[in-house]
Antibody, heavy 119, light 110 residues
Framework: QITLKESGPALVQPTQTLTLTCTFS??????????VGWIRQPPGKALEWLAL???????RYSPSLKNRLTITKDTSANHVVLTLTNVGPDDTGTYYC????????????WGQGTLVTVS | QTVVTQEPSFSVSPGGTVTLTCALS?????????PSWYQQTPGQAPRTLIY???TRSSGVPDRFSGSILGDKAALTITGAQAEDEFDYHC??????????FGGGTKLTVL
């Protein structure tokens, strides 16, 4: 069974850096083609893809946020970490991490999400 | 910047058929975009419904189907039920490890 769980601060002050951790089980980020992504959703709004890290450590970022995002992995600990710098009120929302299976172009398994408020 | 557009809301009668669409701001949705669809109750995590255009995720009823209709991706619910009242999100793969979500469609069954 694949599970993912997001963790991080519920409240962040403007201009600070947000750091979120995705802890997963049931799959290995050492397996070729596998990835873990981050998606967020402001209250009452659409989902927004933010970033993904591949099994080989190759990161990919949303073009609109690439200058503020960093995604890293700790494969031995089954963690993926997302940092977002210089946060503002528009960064308030629920942040999800999700599992991308090898050779696919979708996110199959999702974490429950963690709500972050910038204030 | 790529924008993916969905109908903000849609209404269908119980037992009816509804097709939700997912369009690109510039160009057509094609097989290379590998459209996927997600079902969500506000406040809960999305559930994967359809991927790679028309493959149903495990446990998804066969009344849900995906396709490309003309220049858009489409999600069709045939024989809608009250329990299908959710938000539906499409996602397109833009290549080079970049994904884009649509704005979501709020489906009402009444």
């Amino acid at each position: 069974q694949i599970t993912l769980k997001e963790s991080g601060p519920a409240l962040v002050q403007p201009t600070q850096t947000l750091t979120l951790t995705c802890t997963f089980s049931g799959f290995s980020l050492n397996t070729g083609g596998v990835g873990v992504g981050w998606i967020r959703q402001p209250p009452g709004k659409a989902l927004e893809w933010l970033a993904l890290i591949y099994w080989d450590g190759d990161p990919r970022y949303s073009p609109s946020l690439k200058n503020r995002l960093t995604i890293t992995k700790d494969t031995s600990a089954n963690h993926v970490v997302l940092t977002l710098t210089n946060v503002g009120p528009d960064d308030t929302g629920t942040y999800y991490c999700a599992h991308r299976e090898a050779a696919t172009a979708h996110f199959q398994d999702w974490g429950q999400g963690t709500l972050v408020t910038v204030s | 910047q790529t924008v993916v557009t969905q109908e903000p809301s849609f209404s269908v009668s119980p037992g009816g058929t509804v097709t939700l669409t997912c369009a690109l701001s510039s160009g057509s949705v094609s097989t290379s975009h590998s459209p996927s669809w997600y079902q969500q109750t506000p406040g809960q995590a999305p559930r994967t419904l359809i991927y790679n255009i028309n493959t149903r995720s495990s446990g998804v009823p066969d009344r849900f189907s995906g396709s490309i209709l003309g220049d858009k991706a489409a999600l069709t619910i045939t024989g809608a039920q009250a329990e299908d009242e959710f938000d539906y999100h499409c996602m397109l793969y833009m290549g080079r490890g970049i994904w884009v979500f649509g704005g979501g469609t709020k489906l009402t069954v009444l």
